[in-house]
Every structure is written in C-alpha cells, then in structure tokens.
C-alpha cells in the first residue's frame, strides 16, 4: 500500500525558510511519477504549489517562483520542499502527491491527476 508522509511543518517568522521532506513507501520506486506539492489555506480550496517530472523538470505556482524549490531523491522514494522568503500568505497545510500516469515530462497542477496523497504538514507564517 502506497503512503506518503509528510514532515518539516512548523511555526517560522516571515522571511524564514522551511523544508518539507514527503516520504513515499509502498511501491519499489517512484522514479516514473511526478511528485507534486499542494497547499490548502483556511477555508480555500486546495492548490498545486509545486511539481517535479521524472524527468527533473519543474514547475512552479507564479506566487512561489524564486522562493520555493522542489527537488527529489529517487533513490531514496523522497521529495522535497525548500520554501524561502516565506510570507503569512504562504500559511496552509502543505500536501504530498505523486502521479504515477504521468508522462516523464508531464507536471499536471489538476488534483484529480494524482493517485496518492499525504496527510499534511502545517505550515504557520508570522507577520
């Protein structure tokens, strides 16, 4: 069985940085899956933030590009979120995806894409 699971949530001042691991079990390998970051604010709908290609492209949400950075490690089933810069608006659960369908070049932002997701980790930003 699939899970992912998420960690390096937390409380930071603005302008502070996090990084979020998202730990994938239950398959041999993701290497051929786009592993994605979402967020959900209070009372917004969930958003894409962020998507790695097995291919190592990446994509990013405009409201976070050159803030945030997403990178994977295949050998070890991770993905990664290096979040700089940070602003209150970035406050949200932060969520892990993978999209096992995807094309090697292929990051879709549309939720219903992926097939996995992970529990969440909360990210606090004080102004």
């Known amino acids: 069985q699939v899970q992912l699971v998420e960690s390096g949530g937390g409380l930071v001042q603005a302008g502070g940085s996090l990084r979020l691991s998202c730990a994938a079990t239950?398959?041999?390998?993701?290497?051929?899956?786009?592993m994605a970051w979402f967020r959900q604010a209070p009372g917004k709908d969930r958003e894409f933030v962020a998507g790695i290609a097995w291919n190592g492209s990446t994509y990013y949400v405009d409201s976070v590009k050159g803030r945030f950075f997403i990178s994977r490690d295949n050998a070890n089933n991770m993905a990664y979120l290096q979040m700089n810069s940070l602003k209150s608006e970035d406050t949200a659960d932060y969520y892990c995806?993978?999209?096992?369908?995807?094309?090697?070049?292929?990051?879709?932002?549309?939720?219903?894409?992926?097939?996995?997701w992970g529990q969440g980790t909360q990210v606090t930003v004080s102004s």
């Open positions: 995806a993978v999209d096992t369908t995807a094309e090697e070049w292929r990051i879709r932002r549309q939720r219903n894409a992926y097939d996995y």
């Open positions: 239950g398959r041999s390998s993701f290497s051929f899956s786009t």
